[in-house]
Nanobody
Framework: QVQLVESGGGLVQPGGSLRLSCAAS????????MSWYRQTPGNQRELVAS???????NYADSVKGRFTISRDDSKSTIDMQMNSLEPEDTAVYYC???????????????WGQGTQVTVSA
């Protein structure tokens, strides 16, 4: 059973920082691609940042230079350091994994339960 557990959300003032973490279990983490998405009410979930099993990262234009995604394969975790936060970053942030079985044939996409980030004075 796949579990992705996010933590680190909260309320922060504009210009502040937060660090989100996602702990994964039930997947072969070292070969999984991991990402962070966010969603605001009435809108579709959007990709914020991703990291491949080889450590290649990708960011939405709106967060480039402010957010940094990283992974620790020894702990099966990913983090996202968020700096210079803006009110527009307010959203529920979700961790997503794209993992494969040991044979590498069966893909499974999984989501965490989400963590609220609110940027407000």
């Amino acid at each position: 059973q796949v579990q992705l557990v996010e933590s680190g959300g909260g309320l922060v003032q504009p210009g502040g920082s937060l660090r989100l973490s996602c702990a994964a279990s039930g997947i072969i983490f070292v070969t999984a691609a991991m990402s962070w998405y966010r969603q605001t009410p009435g809108n579709q979930r959007e990709l914020v940042a991703s990291i491949t099993s080889g450590g290649v990262t990708n960011y939405a234009d709106s967060v480039k230079g402010r957010f940094t995604i990283s992974r620790d394969d020894s702990k099966s975790t990913i983090d996202m350091q968020m700096n210079s936060l803006e009110p527009e970053d307010t959203a529920v942030y979700y961790c997503k994994s794209v993992s494969y079985d040991s044979g590498g044939f069966h893909r499974k996409d999984s989501w965490g339960q989400g963590t609220q980030v609110t940027v407000s004075a």
